[in-house]
């Protein structure tokens, strides 16, 4: 199998996951879509040498962490990276379950890193020192970030405390 | 609950669906990648270049008004050819020169279309070689391109001025006008030894007579030019044709520079400084005025160069096989006088220089071009660019034995040297090789084309495999809608 065909089976196989990871990261479909159509971009510019190590996951969460970051900051400036904004409009999926809206909100209160943080722990269920390779970071970091965002969902969305109280805190301890 | 949490973000994620790819990230990512290479490339090439002719061009710029070496400065024992795109003396002056030089091959001759048919080498006393350029006609060192006694001054005719005496040191020029203002058209002949004057042969191109043949004929005048004021006095109204003269054996001044001797066919005549004639003898046709430094150190004696062989319709055997044999002339009368009994010299011509410490003879010998005879109809210049082969400079002792003092490359025709390393007797320095920067732009014109090379050869097939590979490609298949 050479490089092309081992990238494109590999974005067969992960996109649907790198989506979600990316929707949560972002908290905007458009936003996600973007985030993973840059990710894949970067990863396909080194494939050789990304697959080359074996397991392309690492450095594929790392870069699609770091762009999440990244664009987040140009867009906070005000710069729109969608050349060609989606012809169709997606059907927003939270829609009607309300508790996937609660969440929704009150990551979108969190801060990139904090998010992010959020999301390699809770939902793609890494250790602290995977997340902090992910992220770039010390897991003294990965740590820290985690308390400070589980504090901050508690203070904005109490609705949420059942979830992320005591036992998420233990969470922590992995 | 942390497991709940992770519930409730799996939920949430689960709402996303696949991401419809835009465009194919494969495709995308190898053109970035390409793009970026190329940047890369590119940028690597500009460091390169920017390296290659910015840096050495300010850090190798101290050669502007360098002195002379103060030790070792002398007639280099060996030198090498110039590179093609050697810098110019205006570009990066070596200081006071010991040894011009001119030839073949790219280093010193070019074409006018890029470069200059007329390339001069120049080398500095600190070892630089660096070059005098002259479009639209080959030129000849210590010819029409002399070196001052002093290795500091170049006389010489860049082509808009009568006469162009360029300082060393700092690369400037000063341009001369000849009598009646005339901007047009002269050739050094020789410095008077204090550098002070310079004979020079004019002649007025408006005034061309054409033979039968269509040979044109320029009259010509030997003139002494005053370097410091710019005065000019014709002390030789009619040279004869100016492209029939032999320009090795036209004049000479005294060690002292009060006298001249002159050559007008084949009379050989001493002068005064106002031209005046203090005597004049026919020396014949086999008889010539040995060079511009024929006088004796002492200034009692003439050098003549006697020739036997061929004379005149030789083919390039019969001017191979001549042989000269340096005779004396009494500087006060003109009568043949006694002294020492130099080697005789093979070769096409012989062009003496002056004198090694006051007793030997220096001189430049020419070998004659292979295969170039005597052409009719047209003039011949035993010393010219076009009739020499190679050259070496020889001392002649008065012992009866030859000494090589340098020898060049084949490549090189015609060569001059500092009057005052010579009567020192420094010869032998060690020899510096040319380095290639600083370098003119026409450097460019070498690098280039082989960087295009490349990239057309490198490029194309990358470009052509990637062009079928895009057409071959599957286009991206959609992940499941909705996941």
Known sequence: ?174 | MSEELRTALRELGERMPATRLGSDPWMVGRRQRWRAAWRTGVAGLVAVLICALGVPAILGGSGAGMPPAATGAGVPERISLPWMWQATVEQDPPGSASVLFGGGGLGLRGSDFVDHEGKIAVVGRGGDYRMLLYGGSESTAGEDVQLSPDGRYVAHVPGTDWLTVTDLTDGSDRAYLGPSNSDCCATPVSWSRDGASLLVVEYDPEATRYDASGWGRDASRLTLLEVTTGATRILVDDLGDRWSLRTASLAAFSPDGSRIAATVGDRLSLLDRDGRMLWSRDLGPQRKLAGNGAFTADGSRIAVADLEGCLSGCDSAALAARTWTVTWLDAATGRDAGGPTLAPVRGQALRALGWRLGIDLVAVRYEAEPGNGMPEGTGWNDTGYWESGRVQLIALRPDGTTEVLLDPPDEVWSLDVARDLLEAGSFGAPATEPRPFPARPIILLVVVPPVLLITVVVGVPLLWRRHRRRRSAPPMADPPWPV
């Open chain 1, 1 to 174: 199998m050479d490089g092309e065909e081992s990238f494109r089976a590999y974005v067969a196989g992960r996109i649907a996951a790198l989506s979600r990871a990316a929707w949560l990261l972002t908290g905007d479909q458009h936003q996600a879509e973007d985030l993973v159509q840059l990710t894949l971009v970067r990863v396909a510019r080194h494939w050789e040498r990304v697959s080359a190590a074996g397991d392309p996951e690492p450095y594929v969460r790392r870069t699609m962490y770091s762009q999440h970051v990244s664009l987040w900051r140009r867009r906070w400036r005000g710069v729109d990276l969608r050349a060609d904004p989606p012809e169709q409009a997606m059907p927003d999926g939270t829609a009607g379950v309300a508790r996937a809206l609660v969440v929704r909100a009150a990551l979108a209160r969190l801060a990139p890193r904090q998010r992010a943080v959020l999301v390699l722990r809770f939902f793609e269920d890494l250790t602290e020192a995977e997340a902090a390779a992910a992220l770039g970071c010390s897991v003294s970091t990965v740590k820290s970030q985690t308390r400070d965002a589980l504090a901050r969902l508690r203070t904005h969305a109490p609705e949420l405390a059942e979830l992320v109280g005591i036992g998420a805190a233990a969470g922590e301890e992995r």
